[in-house]
């Protein structure tokens, strides 16, 4: 984090905007580049003056959403093929992508929204998206609603609160333990609906 900040502060606009873009598009990719220590970076970026915090949102915003519909489309595109590549594994192992392929065909359109907030099971839901045929403007609407909800959040709150950066920390975290009870209480309610309908099969 400390590294990357200090590399981006070196450069004036409009080249924080490009790197920001290109490793947003990268994490959409699989990746393993934390997506959130990015928008972290482009917010700290934005407070220090080397960026316009709005165009820095809409980058950020254009970047995420860019990463995650090519890895839709490679779903789309190559699908099965593609999964059976053993360079594909080192990115989705085969045991994450049945998994998430099988989330998606109990859960549905939801999962795509809660994905985005799930950095280790982003990649392999948008892909089986991609690979089950779901539309894309369903995919772009439930993955977009998610996105603007957490790049604006986390780039806008560590610019205006950018002289105290363990306070945003702590902002940031408290808005990822929110969503991963969002996430909990929803699992929750499907689980319980799943069991209410077994029950009432079992009585018919």
Not at 92 to 103: D, R
Not at 177 to 187: D, E, K, R, S, Y
């Amino acid at each position: 984090m400390e590294s990357l900040l200090k590399f981006l502060l070196g450069f004036n606009a409009p080249i924080p905007y490009f790197f920001v873009f290109g490793i947003l598009l990268a994490c959409g990719l699989g990746i393993p580049i934390p997506e959130d220590i990015t928008l972290f970076a482009a917010g700290v970026l934005s407070y220090y003056g080397k960026a316009n915090v709005y165009v820095m949102i809409a980058i950020g915003m254009l970047g995420v959403m860019l990463g995650d519909s090519m890895i839709f489309y490679l779903g789309s595109k190559y699908g099965v093929r593609l999964t059976e590549n053993k360079k594909f594994h080192k990115i989705i192992p085969p045991a994450k992508f049945e998994k998430m392929s099988e989330s998606l065909r109990v859960r549905g359109n939801r999962l795509i929204f809660f994905a985005r907030f799930m950095p280790g099971f982003r990649a392999a839901a948008f892909f089986s998206a991609g690979t089950l045929g779901l539309p894309y403007r369903v995919f772009f609407l439930f993955d977009g609603v998610a996105a603007l909800i957490s790049v604006p959040s986390i780039i806008y709150s560590v610019y205006y609160f950018g002289d105290q950066v363990d306070r945003v920390i702590r902002i940031i975290q408290g808005i990822e333990h929110g969503i991963a009870g969002a996430i909990f209480l929803g699992i929750l309610f499907f689980v319980m609906k799943w069991m209410i309908k077994k029950r009432k099969r079992q009585r018919a």
